[in-house]
């Protein structure tokens, strides 16, 4: 079978397309026909090797869409989706090959409103966005800002948490709510808040003026959740505890790779999946998002196409 694989010499990384044998499922795993897998941020991180925990060579992709062809029978045949944990595709194979080795509590059954690209699309930035909002305590009725968004991840708060009953306020360079390069201290929000502040910030970005920013117009009991930081530089936030501890502010962290891929599945099926049947969320459009067959996948690793999914022949 045909897959994108990663190889490390030295410190130097490459990526290309080499035929593998098959592989066969034991117990309690499924054989996925693969067909569509994202190329997201992440992969093209993990192509370059900047994840430590990655051993190689390794087939990439996290997140993937595909047919169930070996394995128990009550799943043969059934069309699934899912995305990574902290194993796949990066010191287990990944999706980005004709076919790929799951286990069968790894995969959620894909909802007939989307199509195998819009399915292979979500994985990580929905359930990254998913995670965050969970780690804020995101309730009805509150304010989420979010740094990033109209970013891969930071859309999918975005619209995440106007489905679970919230109000956003979106910042970025253009098109959002706050223009981050008009209000690099994000002022605006206590406008359009009535002066209260926002209840959340949720930052995608990694910028650390812009994060204290937004921890510095955040109501009181405000909670700020992270997903990032600076991949260059310092990644050291100073920030007024004064301020932090009487307005009883809350800063934490969201590492998607913390979670098992198992863990993963069960928020696509439990969370996903009925905001999609639904019709509370819509399915995503592929805008201009790259439809690439396998053999010219590699112009997403060189930076040649910047969003893309590879899809397969049936």
Known sequence: MKSLRVHKEGGATSVSIEDLPQPK???????????????????????????????????????????????????????????????????????QAEYALLSVDAIALKPKQLSFEQAALLGTPFTTANLT?????????????????????????????????????????????????????????NGLTGGKGPDIAIDTVGDLNLTRAAIEVLAPLGRLCTITAPRSGSTELAVDVTSLYRRQISLVGCNSLAYSQSDMARMLTQDLVPLIESGKLQAPEL????????DEALEAYSGSVKKAVIVFDE
């Open 133 to 189: 909002l969970k780690r804020a305590n995101a309730v009805p009725g509150e304010t989420v800002l979010v740094l990033g968004a109209t970013g891969a991840v930071g859309s999918w708060v975005m619209k995440l948490a106007q489905a679970y009953g919230c109000k956003t306020i979106g910042v970025g360079r253009h098109g959002t709510d706050i223009d981050s390069t008009v209000d690099p201290t994000l002022s605006t929000a």
């Open 287 to 294: 805008g201009n998002t790259a439809r690439l067959p396998l």
């Open 25 to 95: 499922p034991s117990t309690g795993q499924v054989l996925v026909k693969i067909r569509a897998s994202a190329v997201q941020p992440s992969d093209v991180l993990n192509s370059k090797g900047v994840f430590a925990n990655t051993t190689f060579p390794r087939t990439l992709g996290r997140d993937f869409a595909g047919t169930v062809v070996e394995g128990p029978s009550n799943l043969i045949g059934k069309d699934v989706f899912g995305t990574s944990g902290p194993t796949f595709s990066f010191t287990e194979d990944g999706a």
